[in-house]
């Protein structure tokens, strides 16, 4: 067993654990920890940069300005529902780029893992390293120690036009391709 192989055993049971007690307890937690504050549709996306396994290392949302944007948060990579999430992301990914659309994902995971979560899944689409929680705490999508399970559209201009909180990955990436038709109509 290598150290990572445990490594990630070990996060998938701490991620179980933390999820299902944000089943059971989730009516009565406060805002705060599902999350926090939602930044309001219509306003400007909270800016960011943040390192990536690909191009020259580093991602800024304004690198995307004129184009759509979907922004999704998820807890840890090869755990899963966050690969088969990212999966449904990169099949549909030529829909997403016949919209003008960036697909990028983000978590708290590191740039390495970020690099072999794309080389075991084959993902096409930017992985973005929150290690410090920061951006996904901006967007309202953290629950120490791991980003939550979230999706922000953003608009060609950088506001904010759409977010999902409640994802289900398997359908996920079809849910966003149909509000950004509307969006786009």
């Known amino acids: 067993m290598t150290l990572s192989f445990v490594r990630r055993c070990i ?6 654990v933390l999820l299902v007690g944000v ?3 989730g009516p009565s937690l406060p805002a705060q920890a599902l999350g926090g504050e939602q930044v309001p549709l219509g306003e400007p ?3 960011f940069t943040l390192p990536t396994n690909v191009g020259d290392g580093e991602i800024s949302l304004t690198d ?4 759509w944007v979907v922004l999704y948060f998820y807890p840890k990579d090869f755990t899963p529902g966050c690969t088969l999430e990212a999966q449904r992301f990169q099949r549909d990914l030529p829909e997403f780029i016949e919209r003008k659309t960036q697909v990028i994902g983000v ?10 979560f794309c080389d075991s899944e084959g993902l096409k689409f930017p992985l ?24 922000y559209l953003i608009a060609p201009d950088g506001t904010m036009r759409e977010r999902f909180l409640g994802v289900r990955p398997a359908i996920h990436s ?4 149909a509000r950004l038709d509307e969006l786009q109509a």
């Open 174 to 177: 079809q849910e966003v391709l």
């Open 107 to 116: 978590s708290a995971d590191d740039v390495d893992s970020h690099a072999e």
């Open 64 to 67: 995307y300005l004129g184009q």
């Open 23 to 25: 089943l059971i307890l």
């Open 128 to 151: 973005l390293a929150d290690t410090d929680g920061a951006v996904s705490r901006a967007y309202g999508s953290w629950m120490k120690p791991m980003s939550m399970r979230h999706t």
């Open 11 to 16: 996060y998938r049971l701490a991620l179980s």
């Open 45 to 47: 996306a909270p800016a």
